[in-house]
Structure formats: structure tokens, C-alpha cells
């Protein structure tokens, strides 16, 4: 049985003592993305990839991206939810690559909301 | 869907769903036999007889927000194109297990696509949840389970992109070491 190299893992793991150390607070933002099968068929997973592409190279600690169930809105497909601590969620659509980079830079991290992408202010259905 | 992996995506997001914290994927080629089996055991919460009966229907859903559910439907019907089938069982309480099979060279097959990359975006947007997935070609097998990542790395390490990206070649260079063709 094949297994991941123990020297790896220690690699990896002094990757893990330095991303570990940065955490105080508890998470500050939250990015759903919606998985359904309609999100998936339309590209969720290169917004999954980009969103934590842009985690990684950010360096935050305080943003935790998770992933959701359909949010009903098909047609509109790839979305995403936003969620900055102590502001109203914010639902973008039509999410690609390119855009959720954007959003992820000048939203998540920067706090402010990317009005010609969003659809709506609110919580999951 | 335009590879297998989307197609293990969307399945594995059911499981989720229905409230699942372990999730098993076992993948098995066997290029003699010209034959590649898929199966994903989930310790959701599972569906009575007459949920299982209705499951593959496109057209059946537990959602009330549309009413169509295409997932098991989509794979269902590929798997008979690409000359397989699928089995589906289930029990409330227990979880359930999908498992369908289809034939490795069949020219209308999808590839497997970025299977690692998936599995590991799903890993990193879970913490919740443990996963373990096997991976065989022939005789020779490879498998990562999270639990025991977690117990070398730490409890929050697979919540860190950095070391997710770090897993990614680490498992692609397994598959490839298995000689996985998929």
C-alpha cells in the first residue's frame, strides 16, 4: 500500500506551524461555494480552485472557504456566497475564474462589495 | 459534466448533504479486464426504501427549491453508455453506497480529469469531514485518508490552501506511480 513519503509530510508539516502560528481570531470571512449539480456542470470547481488560489498566495488566516448545497438558482450558476463578519452576505452569480479573483481581493479581503456581479444581500435559503 | 471527477464531485456533495462525516471513495482499474469500478460509501444519513427506489430519477428530488435532481441520473446514464451499470444501496440511519463500473476503454468514456485537485478542493472545504479514498491499478494501491493526515499534520492543517497545494503533486505523482490510466 502505497503511502504520501514521511519525508513529505514533514515538509509539509513545517508548512503547517507557519500557516498555524499567523491564527488569533476566529475566522473574520466566510466564501461559500455552491456545489450542486447545476454549480458543478457550470464551473464551480475552477471557482473552488481560483478561491483557494488566492487564499493561499493572500496569506490570510481569517478566510475559510466551504462549499454548499445548490442555492436554487440554476440559471445563474456558478455562485458564490460572500460572508464578511458583522456585514450582510452577499450572493454573487455567473462566478469564473477571472471574477472570483476579483471578488475574492477586493471583497473578502478589502471589504468592499462587488456590486456588478451581485445578485443579492441576504442569507442561504 | 466534462470529466469523471466532476461527476465524483457532484456525488460526494450528496453525500455531504445528507449529513454525512466520513466518506469512503474507492477507485479500482483493471486494464485486463478492461474494467473500472467506482464506489463512495457514506455514513449520511441515508434513505428509506421508497427514497432508494426513486433516487436515479431525474426528475426526483428531496430539495424544495426545484424539482429536478440530476446527479445519480447523469452517472447512471453514462455508466450504461460506457458499457457498465450502477448499483445503488442504502438504509436510513447507516448511509448509503453507489457503485457502478464501466468499461475502461470504451472510446466514449470521460477521462478521469483532475481527480486529486477535486478531491483535495473538497478536503480543504470540509473540515468537518473525513475522507478516505483508495485508488487501485491492477495489484498495486495507494490510499489517503484524512484522519491520518490530520494526525501527522495537525487538526487544522487541511484547512490551509498552502498545504493542500502541497498534497496535490503528492498524490498525483501516486497515481501516476500506479500507472493510472483513467
Known amino acids: 500500500m502505497a503511502k504520501l513519503k514521511i519525508s513529505d509530510l514533514a515538509k509539509i508539516r513545517d508548512r503547517v506551524h507557519e500557516q498555524i502560528n499567523l491564527r488569533e481570531d476566529g475566522a473574520q470571512v466566510k466564501i461559500t461555494v455552491h456545489m450542486g449539480t447545476c454549480g458543478i456542470a457550470s464551473g464551480a470547481r475552477d471557482v473552488l480552485n481560483a ?6 498566495k493572500s496569506g490570510r488566516t481569517d478566510i475559510i472557504i466551504t462549499t454548499s448545497g445548490c442555492a436554487g438558482l440554476c440559471s445563474q450558476e456558478p455562485m458564490i456566497t ?15 475564474n477571472a471574477k472570483m479573483r476579483q471578488i475574492f481581493n477586493r471583497h473578502a479581503v478589502e471589504g468592499e462589495v462587488q456590486t456588478q456581479w451581485a445578485l443579492a444581500k441576504g442569507s442561504e435559503q | 459534466m466534462e470529466d469523471l471527477s466532476l461527476h465524483l464531485l457532484d456525488l460526494v456533495e450528496n453525500s455531504l448533504n445528507a449529513g454525512a462525516n466520513l466518506v469512503e471513495i474507492d477507485i479500482d482499474e483493471q486494464p485486463l479486464a ?24 431525474p426528475f426526483f428530488t428531496t430539495r424544495t427549491t426545484r424539482r429536478i435532481g440530476l446527479g445519480l441520473s447523469l452517472i447512471k446514464a453514462n455508466a450504461e453508455a460506457w458499457g457498465g451499470g450502477m448499483e445503488l444501496s442504502s438504509a436510513p440511519g447507516v448511509g448509503t453506497r453507489l457503485h457502478f463500473w464501466f468499461q475502461l476503454g470504451h ?9 486529486p485537485g ?18 487501485r491499478v491492477g495489484e498495486n494501491d495507494f490510499e489517503m485518508d484524512t484522519r491520518e493526515l490530520r494526525r501527522e499534520l495537525g487538526p487544522e492543517a487541511l484547512q490551509s490552501p498552502a498545504v ?9 505523482g501516486a497515481l501516476d506511480e500506479l500507472g493510472s490510466t483513467a
Open chain 2, 107 to 115: 472510446i466514449d468514456r470521460q477521462p478521469l480529469g483532475d481527480w
Open chain 1, 82 to 96: 460572500v460572508e464578511r463578519l458583522n456585514e450582510e452576505p452577499i450572493k454573487y452569480v455567473f462566478v469564473d
Open chain 2, 34 to 57: 478492461d474494467r473500472m469500478t467506482v464506489t463512495i460509501n457514506d455514513n449520511g444519513k441515508g434513505m428509506d426504501a421508497q427514497t432508494l427506489a426513486r433516487a436515479s430519477d
Open chain 1, 51 to 56: 478561491a483557494m488560489d488566492e487564499l493561499d
Open chain 2, 118 to 135: 477535486t478531491l483535495l478542493g473538497l478536503i480543504m472545504s470540509r473540515p468537518g469531514v473525513e475522507f478516505v479514498y483508495r485508488h
Open chain 2, 164 to 172: 493542500v497545494n502541497l498534497l496535490r503533486p503528492q498524490v498525483r
